[in-house]
């Protein structure tokens, strides 16, 4: 023992004076997988990766398992996480409801969480320490320039959002350090928006090419321009139509305009719109469908695919993005219990119901023949979009094949001539899947899944498409109709529906009657693409969206009193569905006036208090 002991004191010995042979060379060694600052700005490679860092703390997870669309009339959260109490306007300047929650796993809704002014001010001062140090970077001037360009886009894409939750904001552009005073005052809505446009400006005068890989281009500053002059353009921001938000708020410069031409603010946003569709680098996917074309797989191709001439912006995702499945899996997401899927973000009926149907005429519950085949020559979009009782899907896993050899979608019930239900649907919550897991609405999502890979095993590699040409074209036809310049409107708005199979406008139309079939269009075209809850806002139509919502209830009666398959062996159905509107049990929504914009929060009042709250917080 006193052996070993000896050899040990040894070797410590020998060991420190090797420690201290080397103090000064073991101390100046760089630490292994991190880098010093000034390594970074001395090193163009590593300023990329500082750059492409702000992507997404940018553009965050619009795949996440919370979904944007849960949080306006697009779909139902089928686990709650207090997203209800959003949708009923609780939120105050002490919590957001399940908009910030974090439930310690990865940060599952991600995408709502970005959407904070914590995080978006620390990407703000990301950009702001890329502009402190990027002219003193070595390397060549045209990378240099591109990294300036994209750092530019970030900055103007961070405080549009800004500016969407909260109106005007404090304009940041030097780095604070920890002994700076952080008293900082609102800048007016007109000031952030100005300040919006010229960082957007700097971007494209930088950026001077198009790739449809994830990266911003010139294009992508084009059309994030008119994207932000159209929002600016708005009601919400509008002095004379307002006053909903306004009315008694003493600091109205800090949510809108209170002075200028509106007509001019929607010229430059129609101009705005024009600059992106002169470039012709930009066309609508299959925008002329061929006689033999199915329109519905022009969309599962559009939304399915890696980038095509529609494409903008793009955010790109791979099967490793995210290991712990947490951040990105629309798949098994949004799929069907049935399918061993977590059945969230279920289209609202609201939403299904204003698909059209294809002869162009409104689809009506208290239409008996609607009513009796719900499904049946709708817009083509609903085929692309939603799953519905008794459509094909994919293949059901080894495990439920032989309960539905034909993997058709079952979110009804069989009943007995008594009214007791005697089989349900294997993707219901009294299926024998995964109960928990069944959506409450009657409907799950089809739109972005890639259906050759099994999302209970394999990631999908479909990147969301943020901005895409079919956005500056509907853009331009907003900016037309609010200048009542109706025939370019109309033309422009053809344009979509001629690329859905949908029958063309009248050019008769005007008035409040061509703005209405103007936002139904966007509201049909972007579902599910994190527009609705923002033009909710814009048009001061929140009243239309936040109230109680519904789905259907599916079922059907046979004579027997037990059955032992959903369907019949022969793939039957007993009787035909019998399909009602109901309502979403513990879904009803209510709207206050005071939601169109955020609180600020009142740690961050507390930290700085030149702030001014936003109304009724």
């Given amino acids: 023992m006193k052996k070993i002991l000896y050899i040990l004191m040894i070797v410590l010995i020998v060991a420190n004076l090797f420690s201290c042979t080397n103090k000064d ?5 760089q630490p292994l997988g991190e880098y010093s600052e000034d390594a970074v700005w001395g090193d163009p490679a590593l300023v990329e990766t500082f750059v492409n860092s702000m992507y997404r703390n940018s553009l965050g997870f619009p795949f996440a398992i919370e979904r944007l669309s849960d949080y306006s009339d ?10 209800t109490n959003f949708n009923k306007s609780l939120m105050t300047s002490d919590g957001l409801q399940g908009w910030s929650t974090d439930w310690g796993n990865g940060d599952p809704t991600a995408n709502t969480l970005h959407y904070r002014w914590d995080p978006l001010y620390a990407n703000a001062r990301r950009a702001n320490i890329f502009f402190s140090r990027i002219n003193k970077v070595p390397g060549d001037k045209a990378v240099i320039d591109n990294l300036k360009g994209q750092a530019y886009f970030m900055r103007a894409w961070t405080y549009f959002y800004l500016t969407n939750l909260y109106g005007g904001v404090p304009i940041i552009t030097k780095v604070y350090g920890l002994n700076d005073t952080y008293n900082v005052p609102r800048n007016t809505y007109d000031e952030c928006i100005k300040f919006i446009i010229g960082q957007v400006d700097s971007a494209a005068m930088f950026l001077t090419t198009y790739p449809v890989d994830g990266h911003v281009s010139h294009g992508a500053a084009l059309a994030l321009k008119a994207r932000v002059l159209t929002y ?3 009601d919400l921001h509008n002095p004379a139509k307002n006053s909903v938000v306004t009315s008694g708020f003493s600091k109205a410069d800090l949510l809108g305009y209170t002075s200028g031409d509106a007509a001019a603010r929607w010229t430059a946003a129609k101009n705005a719109a024009k600059a992106v569709m002169d470039l012709g680098k930009y066309s609508l996917y299959k925008a002329t469908p061929a006689a033999g074309d199915s329109v519905a797989q022009n969309f599962v191709e559009l939304f399915t695919s890696k980038g095509t001439t529609e494409d903008i912006l793009l955010e790109n995702w791979t099967p490793k993005t995210d290991e712990s499945w947490s951040g990105y899996n629309p798949g098994i997401y949004c799929g069907p219990n049935g399918y061993h899927n977590w059945g969230n973000n279920c289209p609202l009926g ?18 008996a023949k609607n009513k009796a085949n719900p499904y049946v020559k709708r817009d083509a979009r609903f085929y692309a979009t939603i799953l519905y009782e008794g459509v094909q899907w994919r293949k059901r896993p080894s495990d439920v094949i032989t309960m539905d050899p034909l993997s058709k979608i079952q979110v009804g019930h069989v009943y007995d001539k008594a009214g007791n239900m005697i089989k349900p649907g294997l993707d ?8 928990w897991n069944g959506g409450k609405t009657g409907y799950y999502v089809r739109k972005w899944i890639d259906t050759s890979v099994d999302p209970q095993y394999v990631k999908q590699d479909v990147p969301f498409k943020h901005i895409r040409y079919a956005e500056i074209i509907l853009n331009y036809a907003e900016a037309c109709i609010e200048l009542g310049q109706n025939a370019e409107a109309i033309a422009s708005i053809n344009m979509i529906r001629t690329r859905a199979g949908q029958p063309q406008l009248s050019s008769s139309l005007s008035g409040d009657a061509l703005k209405q079939a103007y936002r139904h269009e966007r509201r049909i075209e972007f579902a599910y693409e994190d527009q609705r809850f923002w033009d909710v806002r814009r048009w001061v139509v929140g009243e239309l969206a936040y109230h109680q919502t ?34 979403v049990g513990g879904d009803a929504r209510a ?5 169109y914009f955020f609180p600020i929060m009142r740690t961050e009042m507390n930290k700085n ?9």
């Fill in 74 to 83: 697009e779909s139902h959260f089928t686990p709650d996480w207090d997203v």
């Fill in 25 to 29: 060379e073991f101390l100046s060694k």
């Fill in 428 to 435: 219901t919550r009294e299926g024998p899947i995964e109960n």
């Fill in 232 to 234: 600016a353009a708005s």
């Fill in 591 to 595: 709207f206050d006036k005071k939601i």
């Fill in 609 to 617: 208090t030149d702030l001014i709250q936003n109304p009724g917080y």
């Fill in 550 to 583: 519904h789905g259907v209830d599916v079922r059907y009666v046979t004579s027997a009193t037990a059955v032992d398959t959903y369907r019949k062996a022969d793939g039957t159905t007993y009787g035909d569905p019998i399909i009602t509107k109901q309502e």
């Fill in 350 to 367: 609201e939403l299904v119901d204003d698909y059209e149907m294809k002869d162009g005429t409104a689809f009506d519950w208290n239409n």
